[in-house]
């Protein structure tokens, strides 16, 4: 069964900071295979599509929305099968649900996701 649980959210002040992380389990991610991944955060507000946060390939290459860059970072660990993302100089238009996916080909998952919230 694969897993990708997210963590570290929460309620955070204007300029503040969260780290999150998602570590990824199950027959699919075992033996190395993670770091093959290509992986993922996703945000949805209230009301709106989701939409791609950061990416980082199994080269750990990352890539960042425009409204995310200079503020978020984005990496990984393949020998704890996580990846993390951390934000800072948090804004109010920041605040979503957060998910983690993990892609490889055609085969796609998902995280339940994690609630930010950043409070003005």
């Known amino acids: 069964q694969v897993q990708l649980v997210e963590s570290g959210g929460g309620l955070v002040q204007t300029g503040g900071s969260l780290r999150l992380s998602c570590a990824a389990s199950?027959?699919?991610?075992?033996?190395?295979?993670?770091?093959?991944?290509?992986m993922g955060w996703y945000r949805q507000a209230p009301g709106k599509q989701r939409e791609l946060v950061a990416s980082i390939t199994s080269s750990r290459n990352t890539n960042y929305a425009d409204s995310v860059k200079g503020r978020f970072t984005i990496s990984r660990d393949n020998v704890k099968n996580t990846v993390y993302l951390q934000m800072n100089s948090l804004k109010p238009e920041d605040t979503a649900v957060y998910y983690c996916?993990?892609?490889?080909?055609?085969?796609?998952?998902w995280g339940q996701g994690t609630q930010v919230t950043v409070s003005s």
């Open positions: 199950g027959s699919i991610f075992s033996g190395s295979i993670f770091r093959f991944f290509h």
């Open positions: 996916n993990a892609n490889t080909g055609g085969s796609d998952y």
